[in-house]
C-alpha cells in the first residue's frame, strides 16, 4: 500500500490513510509528512487489542472512522484510500465486513481503495478487484 501510495502522489494525486489497531511507525509519519500535504493521516482508535476484548471507545472510534471514510471517497479530493489494517479490525469485531462492503460499493470510479491486514474475510476477497496475499518467511525487522 506504501508503493502504491507514493505512486499515486507523483502522479498528482493525494491520498487518504486511515489506521487501526497499530501504531504509525516513525519512518512512515516522517517520510509521508515529506509529501507537502498530499497524504491524509488518521489513526482510528487505540493504537492495538492485543490480548484485550474491544471496549465501547473503540467501537465509537470505528463509526467516527466509517463516517470520515465515506466523506474521504465522496469528497472528490483523494485518488487513493487506504484502510491500513482494516482487516485486523474486522478480526477484532471493531469493524464489520458490510462496512468494508458498503465502501467498495459507495467509492467513486476514479478512486481506489486499498484494505490491508491479515484475515481477509471471503466476502471481501471476492468482491475486491485485486487481492495480494503475503506471507513473512523472515524477519523484516531492519531497523528502518
Known sequence: AVGLALRAVGAGGRIYIARFLRPWEDGEWKGFARLNGDVMFRQFGRKSLEGEDPREDDFRAAREACAEIRQALRSGNYA????????????????????????????????????????????????????????????SNNGF
Not at 482494516?86 to 481503495?113: N, Q, S, T, W, Y
Open 80 to 139: 487513493l484510500v487506504i484502510l491500513d489494517e482494516a482487516m485486523l479490525a474486522v478480526c477484532a469485531g471493531v469493524l464489520k465486513v458490510e462496512d468494508l462492503l458498503e465502501f467498495i460499493e459507495a467509492k467513486p470510479r476514479h478512486v481506489e481503495l486499498i484494505f490491508t491486514g491479515c484475515c481477509a474475510a471471503p466476502r471481501l476477497m471476492e468482491r475486491a478487484d485485486i487481492v495480494i496475499l503475503m506471507q513473512e518467511v523472515k524477519g
